[in-house]
Structures are given as C-alpha cells and as structure tokens.
C-alpha cells in the first residue's frame, strides 16, 4: 500500500497534522530525521488511521503515491531549505513539496522558483491553529500553482475547520502568496493580542479591576461582536491561579513579550510596500519594549501622574468599543497590506476569501470576520474596510468612547500604543487636510525637493533662498 500524502518533520504541529490525515482516513508517510520520533507517533496514534512509518529519505519518498505529496513541517529558515536540498534530488516531475512552516514568503518564492525549473511544485502553505488547531482543523493557506491545488486542495479542505460546512482551505495565490498571507495573519494576531492586552491593562489601572473579574468582563463580551478565539483564551488566563503562589496567574509571568518573526517581517514588508500598518506596527514595538529589561530599569522612576483609580461606571463599556474600534483598524491595516501585496507580486489575492478561511480553525477565528467577508462581497473594490457601511456606522458609534478611553490612558499614564495609533490612523484618513502640506513646504525648503499644488498640474519649487517666488512646471 502507497501513503497519500507525507509527512516529515514530527515535532508537535506535524505530528498532529499527521494525525489530522490518518483520522481522515488518508493513508500518511512520516518521516523524522531522528526515527524515534515517528516510532513514538506509530506507537502511541497508530490505532488512528494508516500510518507509513520511514526510516529513511529514499523509503519514505518510496512509499508515496504519484505525483507525490510531501509535507514538510520543520522550522523555517536553513532548515527546510535542508529538508527540500536532502529530498527534492528523490522526486521527480509533477511531485509536490509543501511546506507548512511559518516561512517568509520571500524564501517561499525563492524556493518555488527553483523548484519549478526542475518540475516540481513547492506549495508554500500557511498553517495557522496552534496544535489543537493542526489535529482537528486548521485554517489553511496554500500558495503555489493552481495545478498543485487540484491535487492538494481537496485533501487539505478535507483536514482543515469548517464553518457553516465550509472548509477553512482555499488557494490564495501563487507562488508566495500563501506564505504572505499567513505572515499578515500573525501581524493581525500580533495587533489583536496587543490591544486585548490594553484592554486589560486599562481595566485594571482605570477601573481598578482584579484579573478574575476582568476574565469576566471579557467572558461578557466573548458572548457580543467580539467573540472570538483570542477574548475567549483571555478570560482563561485572566481566571487561572498560580498554584505554587496563590496569586493570578498573570502577576507572577515575566512581562516581556517575545516573538518568533512574523510579526517583524509584517511590518518590515508593509514598509517595503509603503502601506501603513500602525497598529501592527506597535503591537510589534510593545513586544519589544517590554523586552528591554535594562532600559526599563533604568526609567523606572520617571515622573508620571498618579494612578489612581479613576474610570466610574461605564468604562469596561468604553472600553469595549476602543477595543472594537481599534480592531476595525488593525484588520482595515492588515487587509490593505495584502491589497498591496497581491498588487506586488501579481498574486490575484481575493480578500472576502481570505477573511472566509480565517473565520474558523486560526488563531485570530472570531464572529467579526464574518462581517469582513460580508464587506468585500458587497464591495469586492473597497478602498478600505473603514468605509464598509456596517463598519463606518460601528466606529462611528464606537468613537466617543475611543477618545475617551485613549484620553484617560494618557491621563492616568497607562501606556496604550494600539488604542492610540488605530485612533490616529482614523482621524489621519477621515482628515480634510493633513499637515503632511507643512511637511512637503519643509521639504522644498531645506533641499529643494518640490512640492504639488492643489490647484494646479505639475511639480513646484519655491526659491526659498532668494526672492521666494515659485517655479514649476
Ligand atoms: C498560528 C500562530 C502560530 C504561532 C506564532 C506565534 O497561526 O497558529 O500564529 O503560527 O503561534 O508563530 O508567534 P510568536 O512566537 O512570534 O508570538
């Protein structure tokens, strides 16, 4: 008997996506470089389905039906590019690599291209869904050619989550594009933990809230429009007590964020693109600030106002709304970055799709990507979700209480970057004018740079050094 698919790599995500297929009742190869491992899995999950165990590259390159699909799950970076080195040379023509890694999307098409000139496909694919999420349905996202999805997909589809019975799979694009777009998703992961955090923060410094009764303000609103995976993980860790101390759980963690790279490369590459992406932006520069141990010690006893707890009834409202306000943004940010990407590199990205196999399976599942997916089949163009008809009226009942909140958080000294730039980047769009005229004169000024006019064709330079009439043409 030949397996379906394989897999090599059996750390905990390949493993249970392993398992994920067998159960399915596809039968799986596994691989690991260290045979022990896909020992442990055969005895331990064998009973789960058929299960191919190899020792080596050759037998398990062997054991695959034609044309073969290989899933590889080891870490991105120098290792798969090992992995892909050691087995692309046992492969021929029409097989499929397909890497579930958290790789950067630039690798992914580094790879693709050079597999591609030897006839096989490499199919960069997003994984998102943590362990659980890889044994019982993750959301998937699969570059690569359309013609390795017609071999993969319906495999993929088969494993992944569904909502209201549709899979959490599709193709998102060529060659990178699955890769990109599951970069953005974790920068969106990244922007939603950190204004959660926020949240959280101001209900304690604000509102003089414990944790366990924070876990349950959020379990109240895990039940409204912010329902979701994130709020709901939230409350647990709010509510959970450290067993060696006594204490919640969250006083006794080390508060220094870390981070493994995607959210990094979000950012680094929306810059490269030119797309503003503040929210995710701070949320990445929170992680970091708080890392910086030595600095923090350092301004430790810098002069602030005195905390006091200040906020009366209604707050835990507000807050709600900022947060829900906030999170518009961070999505309308993300999604525009995946507008621009797809513009880049050719990639034909369909954005009501992607918000579709987000809605079940990821990290960032949540009630509100329903309305997302609703937004781009009502306006598959839109510039933004911002002008959306259900999210404009939302934010604009929401923003009173966002400046309120933002306002008390500057007041009271509690840092809040992702509640702060989502408002900014509200009000920068809905602006009239932007100061950004103040900043071209500047410019023109000290290096001549020019400037356009409002009311006319063509570019402007005032001799600002002379007798400050303009030229132009
Ligand atoms: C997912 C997660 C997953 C992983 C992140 C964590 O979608 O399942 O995003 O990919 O948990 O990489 O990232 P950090 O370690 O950078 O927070």
């Given at each position: 008997?030949k397996?379906?698919?394989?897999v090599?790599?059996?750390?905990?995500?390949?493993?249970?996506?392993?398992?994920?297929?067998?159960?399915?009742?596809?039968p799986?190869?596994?691989?690991n470089?260290t045979?022990?491992?896909?020992?442990?899995l055969?005895?331990?999950?064998?009973?789960?389905?058929?299960f191919l165990p190899?020792?080596?590259?050759?037998?398990?390159?062997e054991?695959?039906?034609?044309?073969r699909r290989?899933?590889?799950?080891?870490?991105?970076g120098?290792?798969?590019d090992?992995v892909?080195?050691?087995f692309?040379?046992?492969l021929?023509?029409?097989?499929?690599?397909?890497?579930?890694?958290?790789a950067n999307?630039?690798?992914?098409?580094?790879?693709?291209?050079?597999l591609?000139e030897?006839?096989i496909?490499?199919?960069?694919t997003?994984v998102?869904?943590?362990e659980e999420?890889?044994?019982?349905?993750?959301?998937?996202?699969?570059g690569g050619?359309?013609e390795?999805?017609?071999?993969?997909?319906p495999?993929?589809?088969d494993?992944?989550?569904?909502?209201d019975?549709?899979?959490?799979?599709v193709?998102?694009g060529p060659?990178?594009?699955?890769?990109f777009v599951?970069?953005?998703?974790?920068?969106?992961?990244y922007a939603?933990?950190?204004?959660?955090?926020?949240?959280?923060d101001?209900?304690?410094h604000?509102?003089?809230?414990a944790?366990?009764e924070?876990?349950?303000v959020?379990?109240?609103?895990?039940?409204?429009r912010?329902?979701?995976y994130l709020?709901?993980?939230?409350?647990?860790?709010?509510a959970?007590?450290?067993?060696?101390?006594?204490?919640?759980?969250v006083?006794?963690?080390?508060?220094?964020?870390?981070?493994?790279?995607?959210?990094?490369?979000?950012?680094?590459?929306a810059?490269?693109?030119?797309?503003?992406v503040g929210?995710?932006a701070?949320a990445?520069?929170a992680?970091s600030?708080?890392?910086h141990a030595?600095l923090?010690e350092?301004?430790?006893?810098?002069?602030?106002p005195?905390r006091?707890v200040?906020?009366g009834?209604?707050?835990?409202?507000a807050?709600e709304k900022?947060l829900?306000?906030?999170k518009?943004v961070?999505?309308?940010?993300?999604?525009?970055?995946?507008?621009?990407?797809?513009?880049?590199?050719?990639?034909n990205?369909?954005?009501?799709?992607?918000?579709t196999?987000w809605?079940?399976g990821?990290?960032?599942?949540?009630?509100?990507?329903?309305?997302?997916?609703a937004?781009?089949?009502a306006?598959?163009?839109?510039p933004?979700?911002?002008t959306?008809?259900?999210?404009?009226e939302?934010?604009?009942?929401?923003?009173?209480a966002?400046?309120?909140?933002v306002?008390?958080a500057?007041?009271?000294?509690?840092?809040?970057?992702?509640?702060?730039?989502?408002l900014?980047y509200y009000d920068?769009l809905?602006?009239?004018r932007?100061?950004?005229?103040l900043?071209?004169?500047?410019?023109?000024f000290f290096?001549?740079?020019t400037?356009?006019?409002?009311?006319?064709?063509g570019?402007?330079h005032t001799?600002?050094?002379?007798?400050?009439?303009?030229?132009?043409?």
């Amino acid at each position: 008997q030949k397996a379906r698919i394989g897999v090599t790599g059996l750390a905990v995500m390949g493993r249970n996506l392993a398992r994920n297929l067998a159960r399915h009742g596809h039968p799986v190869a596994v691989h690991n470089r260290t045979s022990a491992r896909t020992k442990a899995l055969v005895e331990e999950f064998g009973g789960e389905g058929t299960f191919l165990p190899a020792e080596t590259p050759e037998r398990f390159v062997e054991s695959l039906e034609r044309p073969r699909r290989l899933v590889v799950m080891v870490k991105a970076g120098g290792p798969t590019d090992a992995v892909i080195d050691e087995f692309a040379p046992l492969l021929e023509p029409g097989d499929m690599i397909v890497d579930g890694g958290n790789a950067n999307f630039a690798d992914t098409r580094r790879r693709e291209a050079a597999l591609r000139e030897r006839g096989i496909h490499f199919v960069g694919t997003g994984v998102s869904g943590g362990e659980e999420g890889a044994l019982l349905g993750p959301s998937i996202m699969p570059g690569g050619s359309a013609e390795s999805y017609e071999a993969l997909g319906p495999l993929l589809e088969d494993i992944s989550a569904k909502v209201d019975g549709t899979p959490c799979c599709v193709h998102v694009g060529p060659d990178g594009a699955g890769h990109f777009v599951k970069m953005v998703h974790n920068g969106i992961e990244y922007a939603d933990m950190q204004l959660i955090a926020e949240a959280y923060d101001l209900l304690r410094h604000a509102a003089g809230l414990a944790p366990a009764e924070i876990a349950e303000v959020f379990r109240t609103w895990n039940t409204g429009r912010l329902e979701s995976y994130l709020i709901e993980i939230t409350a647990e860790v709010l509510a959970h007590t450290d067993a060696s101390t006594g204490k919640p759980f969250v006083d006794v963690v080390l508060d220094q964020a870390e981070q493994k790279g995607t959210g990094r490369w979000t950012v680094q590459t929306a810059l490269d693109l030119g797309v503003p992406v503040g929210g995710i932006a701070e949320a990445v520069f929170a992680r970091s600030v708080s890392g910086h141990a030595a600095l923090r010690e350092a301004a430790r006893g810098l002069p602030g106002p005195s905390r006091t707890v200040m906020a009366g009834s209604g707050f835990a409202d507000a807050v709600e709304k900022a947060l829900y306000a906030s999170k518009i943004v961070a999505y309308a940010q993300g999604f525009h970055e995946i507008q621009a990407g797809s513009a880049e590199y050719g990639w034909n990205i369909d954005l009501g799709a992607m918000a579709t196999i987000w809605r079940g399976g990821c990290i960032i599942r949540a009630r509100f990507l329903d309305r997302i997916r609703a937004a781009y089949e009502a306006d598959p163009e839109t510039p933004t979700l911002l002008t959306d008809d259900h999210f404009a009226e939302a934010v604009g009942d929401a923003q009173g209480a966002w400046r309120e909140v933002v306002a008390a958080a500057a007041r009271i000294g509690v840092p809040a970057p992702g509640f702060s730039t989502a408002l900014a980047y509200y009000d920068s769009l809905r602006a009239d004018r932007l100061p950004a005229a103040l900043t071209q004169g500047q410019r023109d000024f000290f290096g001549a740079h020019t400037y356009r006019r409002t009311d006319r064709d063509g570019s402007f330079h005032t001799l600002w050094g002379g007798d400050r009439t303009e030229a132009g043409a």
